[in-house]
């Protein structure tokens, strides 16, 4: 059996996948499993077990409804038994179809449901896991259970002293304001003397990761890694520090499935749906404060900058990285 699976567009989403990958090779155990995903975020789906064949997708080079199927098309003389559809897209609903895939299943969503064999009702109110778990469940007719996400990575060096720091995210809702990340990232040099901390970031983020360094103290204790590192390089390198601050994105998710303790500042997201799913060495802080929380926006409407991470209980983070940080 050849089974193909449309990983989804965004890095959080793809670590969060993972599970699925695991029960569908937990169902099919002698069949070949590969995967189609966006060109920027192949390295990672490389670290994901179970895995035989990548195809890297670029909208770039593929565009529209004709480019997708043009990218789908070239598929089809690999006679795939079965093709599992995560992004919930009439684009990726065509490339299905494209592939001529015996069985083409996803949820029907933006009007692709007449391009699969089998249109899925996606759940609401679960975790973003689980939603890809229903697809499956759906298939089967039975229930699945949930594995731990999981991305194998090895260190690129053991920094048992270092805190990496994510103060960035494609939403301006759910972005670290500068003045609050100054503030945060002050009162942790002081707080814990002997660590130094990693900032990390693409290189679309190291403005802004630039302007929050520029207002720290003591900046000879700070590295930034921003704009510096592969997707493939920071998962080594988140497994080898001692934890992770971040706001609500795709590192939270990527250094949870590595198995890197990680304390994730919530905002305009939804912790329910979109917290790192493995809850070893995981905490959410949220300021909990607002009527409007969350709002799950990507910008923030009422007050421009949004309150929600300016209200964030600098205690609280202080305490949940205590745990890690003091017996590091």
């Not at 799913?277 to 969350?294: G, H, K, W, Y």
């Amino acid at each position: 059996m050849k089974i193909l699976i449309r990983l989804p567009n965004w890095l959080g989403d793809v670590v969060m996948s993972t599970s699925f990958v695991t029960a569908v090779k937990q169902l099919y155990p002698d069949a070949q499993i590969d995967v189609i995903i966006k060109q920027e975020l192949k390295s990672i789906a490389a670290l994901i077990p179970g895995i035989s064949n990548i195809y890297p997708f670029a909208k770039q080079e593929f565009k529209g409804l004709s480019g997708v199927y043009r990218f789908g098309k070239v598929l089809r003389n690999q006679r795939y038994d079965i093709y599992f559809n995560l992004p919930p897209s009439l684009s990726s609903a065509v490339m299905a179809f494209a592939t001529g895939a015996k069985k083409r299943v996803g949820f029907g969503s933006e009007g692709g449901f007449f391009l699969l064999t089998k249109a899925c009702k996606r759940p609401k109110g679960v975790h973003r896991v689980r939603e890809y778990i229903a697809l499956l469940e759906q298939f089967t007719g039975q229930p699945i259970p949930s594995e731990p996400v999981k991305i194998i990575a090895h260190p690129l060096f053991n920094e048992p002293r270092q805190l990496l720091v994510n103060f960035n995210s494609e939403a301006e809702s759910r972005r670290m304001p500068v003045d609050k990340g100054i503030t945060l990232l002050n009162l942790l040099l002081s707080t814990f003397a002997d660590i130094t901390i990693g900032m990390i970031g693409a290189l679309k983020d190291a403005a802004h990761v630039n302007a929050i360094v520029a207002g720290v103290d003591n900046q000879d204790r700070i590295i930034n890694h921003a704009g510096q590192t592969s997707l493939s390089n920071l998962a080594s390198l988140m497994a080898g520090t001692a934890a992770l601050l971040t706001v609500d994105s795709g590192p939270a998710h990527l250094a949870n499935s590595v198995g890197l303790p990680v304390v994730v500042l919530f905002g305009a997201g939804n912790e329910h749906n979109t917290e790192p799913f493995n809850l070893d060495d995981m905490t959410v802080i949220r300021a909990n404060q607002l009527s409007c929380e969350p709002c799950v926006r990507n910008t923030c409407k009422l007050y421009g900058k949004p309150k929600c991470m300016q209200l964030l209980n600098e205690t609280k983070i202080i305490e949940a990285l205590s745990k890690y940080l003091n017996h590091a």
